[in-house]
Nanobody
Framework: QVQLKESGGGLVQAGGSLRLSCAAS????????LGWFRQTPGKEREFVAV????????YYADSVKGRFTISRDNAKNTVYLQMNSLKPEDTAVYFC?????????????????WGQGTQVTVSS
């Protein structure tokens, strides 16, 4: 089992920044892939960014590329999502997810463990 806990969400004006954190505990492993997804009411969970724990390769959705940065701190077993130049359309509940193999995937169904989510609201 892997436990994930997100923090750092909140209310911010358009153009502002937030940093989300995801603390992992339990059976963490260097073979994990950790990703961020987001969801708005009535829509499916959407891929945002992913990082490979072993080699730190990162991948982003086109909608956030150049504005968001995913990173990790091995010592703290924590993954971060730095969000800059936020837009109202970034408003969503953001979830951290872990995949137990090293292959990077973008579909939410490929992930094994999920955090409880943190709300991000961007006002115009």
């Amino acid at each position: 089992q892997v436990q994930l806990k997100e923090s750092g969400g909140g209310l911010v004006q358009a153009g502002g920044s937030l940093r989300l954190s995801c603390a992992a505990s339990g059976r963490t492993s260097r073979s994990h892939v950790l990703g961020w997804f987001r969801q708005t009411p009535g829509k499916e969970r959407e891929f945002v960014a992913v990082i490979s724990w072993s080699d730190s390769n990162t991948y982003y959705a086109d909608s956030v590329k150049g504005r968001f940065t995913i990173s990790r701190d091995n010592a703290k077993n924590t993954v971060y999502l730095q969000m800059n130049s936020l837009k109202p359309e970034d408003t969503a509940v953001y979830f951290c997810a872990a995949r137990l193999t090293s292959r990077v995937m973008y579909a939410s169904r490929e992930y094994d463990f999920w955090g409880q989510g943190t709300q991000v609201t961007v006002s115009s």
